[in-house]
C-alpha cells in the first residue's frame, strides 16, 4: 500500500466530500486535469493466482494535443491521481521534522481570516510563522497549545488573508538557515506509476486533436531474454539482482522470502527464456507475487497487511467465496507429465483435508526437486486467501495488488484477504477483487514423494548439458524393482531396461544408437559376478609377479630377478640369486662385502679417504 500523509487519511477516513484531480508528468512538465487530459488516467493491474506471477499495471487516458507541442513516443510517463484536501488553494511548508501536518480552514474567495492549525510531536514548545517573503524571520508566533490524546500537540493561529498571502511557513525556531521544506498542500498528490507505450500504442485523433496512450509499467523491461553470465552456485536473490542491473531497475526487496536459496547451476531453461518469468519464478517459491512499484522499482513480497479497513459505505455490492483451505501439500512437477515429487504435511491433510500446490516447470528446482521441496513446502504451508468481489469502490489510489486488507460485509461481519485485482472504473470508483484460485493436482500413482515411492515418472530436460532424460520405475510387492531409462543427446540415443528381482538375479539390455550404428548389450547378474571374478584374478596375478607370502616370510621383488628382499619376524635380508649376502637383525647389520667409498665411521672414530689414496683415522669425540 501506498503511504500517504497522515492528514490525507484522516481526510478520507472523516470526510463526506472529495475532489479527485489527475495530472501527468512527461520531461519534468506538467498536463493537469484542468487544462490538459481529456480522460482521467484509467489504471488496471490484475494477478491471477496468490502465488507467484509478474503482472504488468498498464495505464490509458486521452490528452489534448491541439497545438501538437505534446509528443508522448519514447518517453516515460509518470501519472499522479490526487484529492484536494482542503476548500482554498492555500500552500503550507514546515521546516521542521517534528511537525506532523498542517490544515488551513477558511475559503480564499469569502473569508477574511483563516484558521492555521499545526500538529507537532511533544518536543516543540512555541511554533513560529513565517513570511514568504522573508521565511528567515517570523511575524508570529504562539506557545499555546493543546494536548491531543496521542501525545501530540496542537497549536492554532487566526492568519488574516493578506498575511498568508496563499502561502505559510511553520517552524519551531525563531531564526535560522532555510532547510528543504516538507509540503502541505491543498491537494495531495499520489503516484500512479511510470509508465511507457509502443508506437503502436499512442494514436492521434483523426482530427489530431488529442492523443490516446496506452501504456505498461517497467515490467516491459524484462520481457527480453535472460542474458546474464554468472558464476555458480548463486544465490537467488544475487541472480535477481542481477537481472533488476541490467536493466537498470533498482531491486527494492533484496531480501525476499528465499532469496538466500542457494542454485547449484543455473537455471534449467531454453535459451529464449525471458526475464520476467523468472523474476515470477522466483516469486512463486516464496510465497510471492512480483511488482514494479509506483516509484518504478521491482518489489518481490509475500502479501502484506495494510492495517487498513474498507468501510461497507465505501462499495456498493461484495460477493465472497469460501476460502482456499490452507496449503498443506506442494508438489514440484511439470505442467505437461506426471512426475512431481510432492511433500505433504500429513497432521494439516487430517485436519482440514488435502490443500494442494503445484509448481510446474520451475527452472531454479527443476534439476533438484527432492533438494529443494523441503524448504519450499516450509513457505507455502498455511498459505490461504479469500476470493471476493467489491464493485464500485470508493478507491483512494493506495491500494496495491497483494495488499491485505479488511472489508466490513452489509451484515457487520469483516473478512481479511489479499486484493489481487484492481480496475479503474471511474474516477474515484475501481473494481477489486481476488479470482477463484485452483492449486493443481498432482496424480499420487505417478509421481514420487519424498516417502517410499511404489512408482515413480520423471522426465528430465537440461538445457545446459542438452540431455534429456526419461525414467519410469515401479517396486512390487515382491520386493522386484523394474526400471527403463531413454536418455537423448545430439549424437546419441541410449535406452536401458533393468531387472532386479529380490532373489538377488539382475538382468539389464542396452541399446545405444548412433548415428554410424546401433549396439546392443545384454547384462545379468551372473555376467557381472564372472566380470569381476576375471578382474580380481587379473590383479592377484599381478600382484604375485611383485609380491610372495610364504606363511610368515614375504619376498619382494619381480619373479625370475637376480635380487630380491626377504622379510620375515627376525631380519630383513638382502638375496642374490636366491644367497643372502647382507642382513639386518638384532639392530646389527651383517654383510659379506662391504665397499665404502669417502667415509666410514666407527663410534667416536672417523675412516677418510684422501685424494692421494692415503687413509687417515681421525678421533671426533663427542662431536
Sequence with gaps: MYQPSQRFLEHIDNSLNFAPKAKIVVDGVEYTGESHL??????????EKFIG????????????????????????????????????????????NHIHYITVEGDINTDIYFLVTVICDSTMDTVYMYNP?????????????????????????????????NTIFVDSEDVGAWPEIKVFSSTEWIPMGLFTAAPEDITTSKTGSFITFNGADRSKAFEKSYGGELEYPVALGAFMQDICDRAGIPLETPDFPLSDMLLPDKPNMPNDYPERELIARAAELGGCIAQVSREGGLRITRAEDTGRTIPQLHYKSLEVEPPYTPINSVSLGHADYEDAVFLEDEDAIAADGKSEWLLPDNPFVDLHREYFIPRVAAELYGMTIIPFKA??????????????????????????????????????????????????KTNKAMAGGLRAAMRSVKLTVDHQNAIITALAEEVNGHGDEFNSIVEQTANEIMQSVAAQYATGDYLESVMRQMSDGIDFRFFSAQDQVDALTNEISGNQSLLEEYIRFQGALIELGKVGNAFTAQLDNGRLAFLEDGNPIAYISNQKLWITDAQVLNQLRIGKWIWTAQSDDSLILAWVGSS
Excluded at 499495471?57 to 484529492?83: M, P, Q
Excluded at 508566533?141 to 498571502?165: A, E, H, K, V
Design 38 to 47: 481529456k480522460t482521467w488516467p484509467r489504471i488496471e493491474h490484475c494477478a
Design 53 to 96: 506471477g509478474f503482472p504488468a499495471k498498464t495505464c490509458s487516458f486521452e490528452i489534448w494535443n491541439r497545438d501538437g507541442s505534446i509528443d508522448l513516443h519514447g518517453k516515460e510517463v509518470a501519472v499522479y491521481r490526487g484529492f484536494k484536501l482542503s476548500n482554498n488553494d492555500i500552500d503550507a511548508y514546515a521546516r521542521s
Design 133 to 165: 517573503a522573508v521565511p528567515d524571520y517570523p511575524f508570529g508566533g504562539n506557545n499555546s497549545y493543546d494536548t491531543l490524546p496521542d501525545g501530540t500537540r496542537r497549536f492554532q493561529f487566526g492568519m488574516s488573508i493578506n498575511t498568508i498571502n
Design 391 to 440: 464493485t464500485k469502490l470508493l478507491d483512494f489510489l493506495i491500494h496495491d495488488i497483494n495488499d491485505l486488507v479488511t472489508i466490513t460485509a452489509k451484515d457487520g461481519s469483516t473478512i481479511q484477504t489479499a486484493v489481487l485485482q484492481i480496475k479503474n472504473t471511474a474516477r474515484i470508483r475501481s473494481e477489486i477483487a481476488t479470482p477463484t484460485q485452483t492449486g493443481g
